[in-house]
Nanobody
Framework: QVQVVESGGGLVQAGGSVRLSCAASGSIFGINAMGWYRQAPGKQRELVGIISFGGLTNYADSVKGRFTISRDNAKNIVYLQMNSLKPEDTGVYYC???????????????WGQGTQVTVSS
């Protein structure tokens, strides 16, 4: 069984910064891509950014230059550093991990429970 747990959300003023963390644990052989998604009230979940095992990143246009994803492969942790936050960044942020596990080995997608980030104007 694999667990994915996010932490670090909260209330922040516009222009401020927040750092989210996401830890994957359990019967993990390895983790390929890890990503952050968000869902604002009344909207669909959208990709914020993604990072490969080797550290290659890709971001949504709306967060480029403000958000940075990094990961610690030894600890199975991914981070999302969010700077220059805007009210439109408000939402529930979800972590996704593409975990390599099992016998036979295969990749499965796991989601965290989400953490709320609220940016006040």
């Amino acid at each position: 069984q694999v667990q994915v747990v996010e932490s670090g959300g909260g209330l922040v003023q516009a222009g401020g910064s927040v750092r989210l963390s996401c830890a994957a644990s359990g019967s993990i052989f390895g983790i390929n891509a890890m990503g952050w998604y968000r869902q604002a009230p009344g909207k669909q979940r959208e990709l914020v950014g993604i990072i490969s095992f080797g550290g290659l990143t890709n971001y949504a246009d709306s967060v480029k230059g403000r958000f940075t994803i990094s990961r610690d492969n030894a600890k199975n942790i991914v981070y999302l550093q969010m700077n220059s936050l805007k009210p439109e960044d408000t939402g529930v942020y979800y972590c996704n991990a593409r975990v390599v596990e099992g016998v036979p080995i295969m990749e499965r997608s796991y989601w965290g429970q989400g953490t709320q980030v609220t940016v006040s104007s």
